[in-house]
């Protein structure tokens, strides 16, 4: 019997004896998902059809909590994963397990935990489902508070792998020292932080002076003074060598600031942030999303229309140099623009390149130096306006250019395209909502103009039910990506029901995307927590 097993006896033994006495101890928490897919055949779409035509993930996570003491587990199952997940994802078993210690100044945890040092930008360790994302650390990781102005965290392990771990082994260290309050100083914040990650696993091919393990070390600073802030934080990845490239000196850089303000109804955002060489992976054959180390989410608007979403930039970790702007602008109610209910004005604009080859044989780039070939350019105002306590409305414009072949390879031209957008919301008695949308993007590259519609109904607590549709109006196929189905929620449960066809492309949650293809079906999901 392995540690891992022993570990999971442990915490189910715990959760049966201490719920007995739940009541009077301890509390038991958890939370139930599932999704389920049936597909069918689409001679339309060519959408590719599992053998088994059904598709299921679902996830089930219960954590007690007595006194000073929590401990939990996961069960996951994948019979059969949804198309678009990685193959790995397969079977079932219960993962997740973890004992906890926690007090006012320290945090001890042994089993499986998440952690972040600074922005994320040296290590982050998440769940995503939606994206089949599960990069928790098997191991130990500790958190110690001794004053109020110093916060230290410390995690040695392994990252998890689908049902297994990696084989290689994560060591770091993160420290935040508080200057504004161990100097009392009043309305601003100063903080100063950095970090150590080491990565190690055991090299046994043959090439000489290959790195085993790599290091990588961050600094970082977080100012704010009353309606101004300013966070920056500088990253540096030691050797660290690819199978791909084993001779090769892979030393990787970041540079990340942020700074923003707000006040009176106006806010402003600037983010630049440089990368080199920053894919960081637990195990150096490692591809895709899975043992990522560290996390490198697009920095561009996360946009909700859903043929914007075709055109989504990809963060390109071992070379990129960009920024993003951000204006919020709130006009009071009673002024010229504002009218009776104020009108809400958001501009956002981006722009990233590649960085400037030093060695066009190795494709060694110059950290900090623009390249030429513009990867990702983005402009677009969004204006919300509500004109009655039953009328509200908005509007929505955008430029995108995209270098498909860049992003998502192939031979492909720059993709100039233009978006329009404009949503409607009527109350037509309390608690019904009847909500219409309509998009238009054209282009004259890839697939060229499409058209979207959506019409939404909504009775308040907790129904809806909608109908949309997706249609490649300029492409030679013509293809209707129609849609219709409802939720159901009450309290803490969730019910969602749909029918439809789902275009191939990118999903994207949080700045980091994955592949899904085409697929037609039944979309079944449920969620609950208690």
């Keep these: 019997m392995n540690k891992r097993q022993i570990l999971l006896g442990l915490i189910i033994l ?72 990685d193959i790995r994802h397969k079977d079932q078993k219960i993962e997740g397990r973890y004992l906890k210690y926690q007090d006012e100044t320290l945090e001890i945890t042994v089993g499986n935990f998440y952690e972040q040092f600074g922005s994320g930008l040296i290590f982050r360790s998440y769940e995503n489902r939606e994206l089949g994302i599960n990069n928790a650390i098997e191991g130990v990781g500790v958190r110690f508070n001794p004053t109020d102005y110093l916060n230290l965290k410390a995690i040695y392990g392994k990252q998890r792998e689908f049902f297994e771990v990696s084989d290689g082994i ?25 970090s150590w990650l080491s990565k190690y696993e ?13 290091n990588a070390y961050s600094a970082r600073l977080d100012l704010g003074i009353k309606s101004w802030s300013l966070n920056t934080e500088f990253v540096q990845k030691k050797d660290d060598r690819r ?21 009176s109804g106006l806010g402003m955002n600037v983010t630049f942030r440089a990368l080199k060489e920053m894919s960081f992976y637990n195990e150096r054959a490692a591809s895709g999303l899975n043992l990522l180390v560290n996390y490198l989410p697009a920095i561009t608007k996360q946009h909700k229309y859903s043929l914007l ?6 963060t390109q970790a071992n070379g990129e140099m960009g920024a993003q702007f951000d204006l919020y602008k709130k006009f009071k109610k ?76 192939g031979d492909s031209p720059i993709v100039k395209s233009n978006f ?14 009847l909500r219409a949308e309509l998009q238009h993007l054209w282009t004259k590259q890839d697939k060229k103009n499409w058209m979207a519609g959506l019409l939404e109904y909504s009775i308040a ?70």
């Design 14 to 85: 715990s959760l049966c004896h201490m719920g007995k006495a739940q009541d009077k101890k301890g509390k038991l928490s958890g939370s139930f998902e599932t999704i389920n897919q049936i597909y069918e055949k689409d001679n339309k779409t060519k959408a590719i059809v599992p053998d088994d035509k059904f598709g299921s993930n679902s996830y089930l996570k219960l954590d007690y909590y007595i006194g000073k003491l929590s401990m939990g587990l996961q069960y996951e199952a994948y019979l059969p994963r949804l198309v678009g997940y």
């Design 170 to 194: 994560l060591r770091g260290l993160d420290g935040t020292f508080d200057l504004a309050q161990y100097f009392d100083l009043n309305e601003s914040h100063l903080n100063v932080g950095g």
């Design 202 to 214: 055991t090299y046994t091919g043959a090439q000489e002076d290959f790195p085993s393990q790599v």
């Design 243 to 263: 199978i791909e490239s084993p001779n090769r000196d892979i030393t990787g850089h970041a540079l990340l600031v942020n700074s923003s303000f707000a006040k």
């Design 309 to 314: 979403n075709i055109y989504t930039y990809i």
């Design 334 to 409: 009673g002024s010229l623009l504002g009218g009776k209910y104020g009108t809400k004005l958001e501009v956002n604009m981006s722009a990233y390149n590649d960085l400037e080859l030093k060695n066009t044989v190795t494709k060694e780039s110059e950290f900090l130096k623009l390249g030429d070939s513009k990867l990702y350019r983005d402009f677009n105002i969004n204006l919300s306006k509500k004109f009655s306590k039953s009328l509200k409305t908005k509007l929505a414009y955008a430029h995108i250019n995209y270098n498909k072949s860049k992003l998502q390879g």
């Design 420 to 433: 329009l957008a404009g949503e409607i919301e009527f109350k037509l008695k309390p608690k019904h909502v």
């Design 461 to 530: 607590p907790g129904f809806s039910m909608f109908v949309s549709d997706q249609y490649n109006y300029g492409d030679k196929d013509k293809i209707h990506y129609f849609s219709g189905g409802f939720g159901w929620a009450k309290d803490s449960k969730n019910l969602q029901i749909a029918y439809g066809r789902n275009r191939e492309g990118l999903n994207c949650s949080g700045g980091v995307c994955r592949f899904v293809p085409a697929y037609t079906g039944l979309n079944i999901s449920f969620s609950t927590s208690f």
